[in-house]
């Protein structure tokens, strides 16, 4: 993207400067997760060519992988038509997007009114964080 400033002006950002971005592995289309991005962490994105949010939570730029890992490789980013969400299509190293250890956020099937987990984590959250509530 030769003017990121030009993409950022395409978008609609909430009140809060945010728009919504899925993070969708790049060769099979699996959903992995959802998360924010504000104007600033999507020019870091583009200039490293890997996933940086905005952490809701903390309130902080967050590259996604700066402590387990696990980053996100963006291919390919697409803007939706009304401007007010991303889809990164992504390489996720080591694996697994969420922090709880799956590979995607989306590992809990609405099932028979039932919530079931229908995949097993990747790694171990309490070995691979230094602090609780990634």
């Known amino acids: 993207m030769k003017n990121i400033d030009e993409i950022i002006g395409k978008l609609k950002f909430d009140e809060k400067g945010l728009v919504t971005a899925v993070a969708q592995d ?30 809701r939570s903390r309130q902080k730029l967050w590259h996604k992988g700066e402590e387990s890992g696990n980053v996100q490789n963006v291919k390919d980013i697409y803007l939706d038509c009304d401007g007010d969400a991303l889809v990164l299509k992504i390489e996720q190293v080591g694996g697994a997007a969420c922090h709880t250890g799956h590979r995607t956020c989306f590992y809990r099937k609405l099932q028979d009114g039932e919530l079931v987990e229908v995949d097993s984590p990747v790694f171990d959250p309490d070995k691979v964080y230094k602090h609780k509530g990634a």
């Not at 699996?30 to 104007?39: R, T, Y």
Request: hydrophobic share 45%; no cysteine.
């Open 26 to 55: 790049h060769e099979t289309g699996e959903i992995l997760m959802l998360a924010f991005m504000n104007a600033e962490s999507l020019r870091k994105t583009v200039e490293t060519g890997q996933a940086v949010y905005w952490s």
